[in-house]
């Protein structure tokens, strides 16, 4: 089944302790993106890779790392998670056409505390 | 800069009713535009997608679109809604480079 697989689905954490959220996707897409979601600004866009080795700033990338060693994995790393990064996060593909939709995982709600 | 805008954040309808959700896009070319659903615990999932042709596009569900370039529209209809098209939905734009630019979200509530 094609699917993007996001891990954990829940995480509470604390201030300053380097976190992880791995993504995976096994349709071979060369576009990954992550976004967060917030209640009343919808999703927003932390950062994207359009290949292996190529990634570039969303419109809100600060705090957070990614990397792209591998076609299908895309983490998501925060080297000292705070509090504003409470959020929901998804992680999403695509084959990178512009007329191509995007394939979201099923989310992963972060709390830092 | 694309943006998109969902002027309403929450709408209500009656089962049986009809709905029409609004989508504003700001781009300079025609910009492929997407609507998307977001069932609670879910990710999103693509409901229909436009990018030339006719401009009337049929999508899952029973769902429908209708791109209007004089107005810069896009509006997601359904002339009847079930009980189970409660959700968030939301209104995509894609410039290029795959910068997609989503709208904010329609909150979907539906009563018996």
Known sequence: ?113 | AQSVTQPDIHITVSEGASLELRCNYSYGATPYLFWYVQSPGQGLQLLLKYFSGDTLVQGIKGFEAEFKRSQSSFNLRKPSVHWSDAAEYFCASSGGYQKVTFGTGTKLQVIP
């Open chain 1, 1 to 113: 089944e094609a699917q993007v697989t996001q891990n954990p689905r829940y995480l509470i954490t604390v201030t300053g302790k380097k976190l992880t959220v791995t993504c995976s996707q096994n349709m071979n897409h060369e576009y990954m993106s992550w976004y967060r979601q917030d209640p009343g600004l919808g999703l927003r866009q932390i950062y994207y890779s359009m290949n292996v080795e190529v990634t570039d700033k969303g419109d809100v990338p600060e705090g957070y790392k990614v990397s792209r060693k591998e076609k299908r994995n895309f983490p998501l790393i925060l080297e000292s998670p705070s509090p504003n990064q409470t959020s929901l996060y998804f992680c999403a593909s695509s084959s990178g056409q512009y007329n191509s939709p995007l394939h979201f995982g099923n989310g992963t709600r972060l709390t830092v505390t």
